[in-house]
């Protein structure tokens, strides 16, 4: 449901409600400034009742969406309240508060999964409060499966199956993800629509400083199907033979790269982790790599800004590893690279997507 961003009561309002209530001092204002009540409010009106989620209902988004009835004015009709909605975890330590004049909000917090979490909403009036709606309880998001939906992409990988297109030669290791065996091996997403602005990122393991090839690819994205060598809109990260790392971007207007001593060495362990993970915005693009995986140490960050319209491929394709283009194969896959828990979003990476 949509949410309402705060308002500030309007004048029409305000006539109608002095109206029915009198002057401010009235003992019929909803929004009396005497003393607090035993309850410790001041407005006079009834708490919220809250609708969804309530009684420890599991949700499916990972950010919630409150819902609640208004609350009345004890003494007037026709009064808009704004609502201050509180979230709170299981140990009733808030966790975000919002306020607005609707009835249903989205949150902004990316909750933890699996876990319990409380709301509670009162109405307010100027620097006037009403009583609290009694507490309510839900559950949070359990680890989902594979998904490639409005929300994004998600592909674990570890449990022996996929949502994308296996293409080359691949081999599942279980627990670890799937390897990509040769230059010709890459993993294919077909996403429902553009990604203008989010996360690329996915573990990567059994990857090398120096490795065959010359200008190979650990992730890339397009436009459609095209030569990813020269397609309109890729974008390409490699790991190149010697350990150097670079990335590349074309946009609706610009194409931003890295250029010269941009191209950074990196030395990898081919036993550890490593969280590479591109994040876009509408005038940026950063791309980071972790040792250790996403709570690991920052090897690398660059970024560079750009204008125009922004990055816009239509279809949007997103590959790990990448497909042959004119460059040939030398220029595709880094070679026997393991890679798992693909992530792909306007959200960014949640918890449960790095293990």
Known sequence: MQQKAFVVMGAAALMALMMACGESNSPTSPANPSPAAADGTTLKATAPALVDPIGGKRIADQQPTLTFKAASAKYATGVTFTYRVQLLNAADAPVEERTGTGLSVKMNTVLDVNKTYKWKVRAEMDSSAGPWSATETFLSLDIPKAFNNADGLYDPLTDGTTIGKFMGSIT????KGVR????SSFIQYA?????????????VTNIGTISDGDKTKVMCMSQGLGDIITNERRYTLE?????DVAWRMITH?????TEGA???HVDFHGS???LFQSVWTATNLRVRIYEGGASGKLIYDMGKGFIGRGYDPNPHYAFAGAPTGRSGATAATVPKIIVRQVWLSRNPRPAYANK
Do not use: H
Request: no cysteine; glycine share 8%; proline share 5%.
């Open 272 to 274: 550890m982790d490593y």
């Open 239 to 243: 790991k190149r033979n010697t350990g």
């Open 253 to 257: 207007d610009l194409q931003i790269d």
């Open 180 to 183: 990509l065996e040769d230059f």
């Open 172 to 175: 599942f290791v279980p627990g």
């Open 191 to 203: 996403l429902p629509q553009t990604v203008s602005a989010g996360e690329f990122s996915m573990i």
């Open 262 to 264: 941009e191209r950074v």
